[in-house]
């Protein structure tokens, strides 16, 4: 296929993975999913939980244990619009989760396709923090942990964690942060959000009926949607 790097061939399923590294760094996997009628996309970054300490301009820096999942839930923060219901109106629905290494943020829809991708390539490159949203977030992060502290088995694997890792940041649970309201400044957020960004890691995953024309359109909109982020 013109304009990507490789093509990985899945004889068992039947299935194709196009890869296209931009001009920026993102890697780019385009899965062709003909017959199915859901349509998805994923943008992730290689930033979790355990990259809380890191250098970045010849300087050391730590941030509270958590701030990935923190971030997470902020960067649906957007000054000019809902992010929540711009999807809802385009007939898909947004999530984002983090785990130990990564964060990544998903829509999935029937609809819209081109719309939802562009929406979800924009909205994590503008992200408004204030320390009045911030402060208004860490209870409701607080809520979320006592709900994963309800589930035995979340709470047995963190023990489990703690009791081989002594020094290992992956002892940390991941939303750490906000039990003990830790984050007193919004800068941390946005320190590791420049972190995170400025590595050139990212990658946009996405599963769409497409024909062949169809796979170069999507190459080409993803390619003009994240052609400033560097």
């Known amino acids: 296929m013109s304009g990507m790097d490789s093509i990985k061939v899945n004889k068992t399923v039947n299935e194709s993975i196009y890869f296209k590294r931009l001009s920026n760094g993102m890697k780019c996997y385009i899965i062709p999913k003909l017959g199915y009628v859901e349509k998805q996309a994923m943008l992730g970054v290689n930033y979790g939980s355990v990259d809380y300490v890191f250098s970045a301009g010849g300087k050391d820096f730590a941030q509270p244990a958590g701030v990935a999942h923190f971030i997470e839930h902020k960067m ?84 489990l964690l703690g009791a081989l890792y002594k020094e290992s940041p992956i ?51 993803i390619c003009r949607a994240v052609s400033r982020w560097m």
């Open 171 to 221: 002892r940390q649970k991941i939303a750490e942060a906000s039990r003990g309201y830790k984050i007193s400044r919004w800068k941390h957020c946005i320190r590791a959000i420049a972190h995170s960004i400025g590595r050139r890691i990212w990658s946009c995953v996405a599963w769409e009926r497409l024909t062949p024309n169809e796979l170069s359109k999507l190459r080409k909109n």
């Open 76 to 159: 649906f923060e957007n000054k000019e619009i809902n992010v929540f219901e711009r999807f809802m109106g385009l007939k898909a629905s947004v999530n984002a989760f983090t785990n130990f290494t990564n964060t990544a943020y998903y829509f999935t829809g029937s609809e819209n396709f081109y719309e939802c991708l562009r929406l979800l390539l924009e909205f994590v490159q503008r992200p408004h923090f204030t320390d009045e949203n911030v402060e208004k977030e860490k209870p409701i992060i607080a809520q979320e942990i006592e709900m994963y502290e309800d589930n035995p088995f979340w709470v047995m694997y963190f023990n």
